[in-house]
């Protein structure tokens, strides 16, 4: 197996990042393991570390709306293969999340010789889906991948400010936080406006909400 010299898992729960980290230790001996527990926290692990060879992803992380940490990933880190790790084991799900281009799902549930099958094929550039998504007949959600294009056009601070605003979190609050002007925030926030093509913070609100997992579709399926 190709030996990875630089992992990062991004989850929030310790015990599952902590199960994970073994199990990745076990596999590729030799790696360099780096954590991050929320999406902002991501956003700095990945800029310190734009040289690792996979990101072990779960979409349910503090900042993330479904998709959209994986779109964020994927538009400025193309170079850096995704596998999105959740609980959810809906085939449509794990299919979308290989329309917002990650390379492999694996289900939190999977047995470690999954896990490493999925790791060993994605390192090697293959995409790896669970056969049970495999056999599922998948229609690509076009409204969500046209948002995902826009999103992804938005800079790594605009996809900050977005996430904050997402939040509730004020201008003011947002520009003392990133310790920036709020003239800035207001810029960054015109900006949003202008690539999402929305007009209110509702709506670019509404519009990052949108991708989260918890599709109308999938609960009509039910």
């Known amino acids: 197996m190709q030996l990875a010299q630089k992992i990062i898992i991004a989850d929030d729960h310790p015990l599952f990042r902590t199960a994970m980290q073994q199990a990745v230790k076990q596999l590729v001996p030799d790696v360099i393991i780096e954590q991050a527990e929320s999406l902002p926290e991501l956003q700095q692990v990945v800029e310190q570390h734009k040289d690792a060879d996979l990101i072990l992803l779960d979409l349910q992380m503090p900042g993330a709306h479904g998709y959209s940490g994986l779109v964020f990933l994927r538009s400025h880190y193309p170079e850096i293969p995704v596998i999105v790790v959740s ?20 289900p939190k549930s ?12 994605v390192l090697q550039g293959d995409i790896y889906l669970p056969d049970v998504a495999r056999r599922h007949q998948h229609q690509p959600n076009q409204s969500a991948l046209d948002l995902a294009e826009r999103l992804a056009s938005l800079t790594p601070q605009q996809f900050r400010v977005l996430t904050m605003m997402s939040e509730g979190m004020l201008n003011k609050q947002i ?14 926030v015109t900006a949003i406006f202008r690539k999402l093509g929305v007009r209110t913070r509702t709506q670019a609100v509404i519009a990052v909400q949108s991708l989260d997992i918890e599709k109308p579709e999938a609960a009509l399926s039910h």
């Open 87 to 106: 609980a959810c084991e809906d085939p449509a799900i794990m299919c979308q999340a290989i329309d917002h281009e990650a390379s492999g799902y694996i």
């Open 110 to 121: 999977s047995p470690l010789e999954h896990i490493a099958k999925a790791i060993e094929l």
């Open 175 to 188: 520009a003392y936080d990133l310790d920036v002007s709020e003239a800035t925030i207001k810029a960054h």
